[in-house]
């Protein structure tokens, strides 16, 4: 484990050429989230093309985006040169709506006052941006008033916003162009491929798996050595007993999530994320901690997908060091670079004083 406190830039620079074998980072979405000076715009073409450099050939670089701002960032990778593959939706129930009132805005132009008709109470966790009271961390009680529109204008825009729930975060899947075919370039370098055996979703549905032993009597599926079972009506259709095929779109588990996707929640890997995941991430001189934590688990499968073990992974951008500690526990080596100081002692603390919590 590297961990670099300082500029990237400059010491990307220090990286000799073809030297990780894939990038995985959290970098700035350009929102100026939370009024945070490092957030003002997304890394430039030139930070991205010193990432095209120190990879190896075909090395896969993941990064994580707004949705406001992901144009921005998809187009800069690809202008440094990087191929644009896919990208990943991180799906997640716990975000918070936060737009303005149109009705409200409309009576304060008018200098008019609500009417207070009730009081809303939610409870909220401390230790995590979910409203869930269940996830680690205090509990406390957020209350506001419910008013009633004062002018006609306010009555007509009543329910109307500017913004809807965040629920998503996309990620650039990009790769460093091959060197030959894909079976020379992995042959050589070791980058290239997407893991998909170590990465298959787990068949955790009411369906089961079963050795066949013969044809169906209506002799579809022919020739298939395993296959899945209704356990109701005992039709069969093909499947692969290690899982299904990791696919571009991962969800948090939530109880919003699964609701709107029902049934076809299965089919997507699941990183649930805990209060662990962000009170890991306290310092006793930085009680708030870094603000954009990512789930451990989703930074484990990240890593897994798209490196091979022993692999180096690289992140610019590594914030309190979840991608470190995803490679930490994967068996990947990992080269981490932060130039917050109060960030950097933050993954320091958590890369090498690693518990099982799970």
Known sequence: MTLLHGDNMELLRDLPDNSVHSVVTDPPYGLSFMGKKWDYDVPTVELWAECLRVLKPGGHLLAFAG????????????????????????????????????????DRLAGAEREVIGQDTKARNTSSKSALPTLGGSTVYESWDITAPATEAARQWQGWNSALKPALEPITVARKPLIGTIAENVLQHGTGAINVDG????????????????????????????????????????????????????????????????SAARFFYTAKAGGRDRNANL??????????????????????????????????????????????????????????????????????????WY
Not at 67 to 87: K, P, S
Not at 309 to 336: H, K, N
């Open 199 to 262: 990465c298959r979703v787990a068949h955790n549905d009411p369906f089961y798996l079963c050795k066949r032993t013969g044809n169906l009597e209506n002799g579809m599926n022919k020739g298939n050595a395993y296959g899945v079972y209704n356990a109701a009506n005992n039709n069969k259709s093909s499947a692969d007993p290690a899982g299904r095929w990791p696919a571009n779109l991962i969800h948090d588990g939530s109880l919003d999530v699964v609701k709107e996707l029902k």
């Open 283 to 356: 310092d006793p001189d930085n009680p708030n901690g870094h603000p954009t934590v990512k789930p451990l688990l989703l930074m484990q499968y990240l890593v897994r997908l798209v490196t091979v073990e022993g692999g180096i992974v690289l992140d610019p951008f590594m914030g309190s060091g979840t991608t470190g500690l995803a490679c930490r526990r994967e068996g990947r080596e990992f080269i981490g670079m932060e130039r917050e100081a109060a960030y950097f002692q933050i993954a320091k603390n958590r890369i090498e004083n690693d518990t099982d």
């Open 67 to 106: 949705t406001r701002t992901q144009h921005r960032m998809a187009v800069r990778i690809e202008d440094a040169g990087f191929e644009i593959r896919d990208m990943i939706a991180w799906v997640y129930g716990s975000g918070f709506p936060k737009g303005h009132d149109v009705s409200k805005a409309i």
